[in-house]
Structures are given as C-alpha cells and as structure tokens.
C-alpha cells in the first residue's frame, strides 16, 4: 500500500454514507453512546457526563470522539448539528425515555 492506493477502508457502523437509514444508525448506537447524546444536548460537560454515567471523563471523550469519526463530523458542534439533521434522538423524546435518565442529576 502506498499513498496513492491507500488500501481497503472499513466503514464504521455509524457512518450516514455506509447505511440507509436513521434506524440502522441507531441499532449501532448503544445505550451509552445515546446517554452522552441527550446529556450532550443538555449542555453537560464530559465529566459531568461520565460521573452521571459512571465513567471516567477520557472515556465518554474518546465515544464522543468515535461518534464524531463515524459521522464524518469534526467537533462537538458539527456532531450536534448531524445528530439533529439525521433526527438520531427522536426516538429517545418520546414517553418513557426520559424516565431511563430520571433521578441523574446536574
């Protein structure tokens, strides 16, 4: 493999240009990944995130990460806009979703 012919690529699970579907996109998302989402949306820092979610700090940034990566996103913001764009959380605004994440506190 040299720099013109780089080689087979995988696409990652999450990526928009490998799927068809907002559904299938999130049959990659764990439980996780979606907590961080909606935390995310919420304005919570990562280590807020991780101790709500008993995590280190370093490990929800290296998911955040990851989701950016798949996305095909650079940033935080970029990562929201794309959750958005792709409707990625609207599954979780309905009934009973909230109650999962009922009694985390700020």
Do not use: W
């Not at 579907?21 to 990562?46: A, F, K, N, W, Y």
């Not at 995590?55 to 998911?63: D, F, P």
Request: net charge neutral; hydrophobic share 35%; charged share 20%.
């Amino acid at each position: 493999m040299n720099a013109e012919n780089p080689g087979p690529t995988t696409r990652s699970p999450f990526s928009s240009r490998s799927l068809g579907g907002t559904m299938e996109i999130l049959e990659h998302m764990d439980d996780v990944d979606v907590s961080i989402l909606v935390l995310m949306r919420d304005g919570l820092s990562d280590a807020t995130i991780g101790r709500r979610l008993s995590r280190g700090h370093r490990t929800i940034q290296r998911r955040i990460c990851h989701m950016m990566d798949s996305l095909g996103v650079s940033g935080r913001f970029a990562l929201g806009l794309k959750v958005a764009e792709l409707n990625l959380l609207a599954a979780q605004d309905g009934p009973g979703y909230a109650g999962d994440l009922t009694g985390l506190q700020h």
